[in-house]
Nanobody, 119 residues
Framework: QVQLVESGGGLVQPGGSLRLSCVAS????????MAWYRQAPGKQRELVARVTSGGTTQVVDSVKGRFAISRDNAKNTVSLQMNSLKPEDTAVYYC?????????????WGQGTQVTVSS
């Protein structure tokens, strides 16, 4: 089992910045993708950004140029730097990893951290 603990959420004014971090612990085989998703009230959970084990990153168009994802394989962490935040970025942000186990890929989710962008 892999446990994910997120930190760094909070309240920020429009145009501000936040950095989310997620630490993975427990029994891991080979962490493959690490990602951040978000879910706003009344909406479906959506991908924000992901990074592969090889370091290839992808961010969705709505946050491109403002958000950046990074990972530290030695520390089993994934971070999301969020700049120029907008009210529409308000959501619960979830950390996600998938682990390449001998019996196949296993997905794990964090508990979520609230990000609120408001003046």
């Amino acid at each position: 089992q892999v446990q994910l603990v997120e930190s760094g959420g909070g309240l920020v004014q429009p145009g501000g910045s936040l950095r989310l971090s997620c630490v993975a612990s427990g029994r891991m085989f080979s962490i493959n993708n690490m990602a951040w998703y978000r879910q706003a009230p009344g909406k479906q959970r959506e991908l924000v950004a992901r990074v592969t084990s090889g370091g290839t990153t992808q961010v969705v168009d709505s946050v491109k140029g403002r958000f950046a994802i990074s990972r530290d394989n030695a520390k089993n962490t994934v971070s999301l730097q969020m700049n120029s935040l907008k009210p529409e970025d308000t959501a619960v942000y979830y950390c996600y990893v998938d682990d390449n186990t001998p019996s196949g890929y296993q997905s794990y989710w964090g508990q979520g951290t609230q990000v609120t962008v408001s003046s």
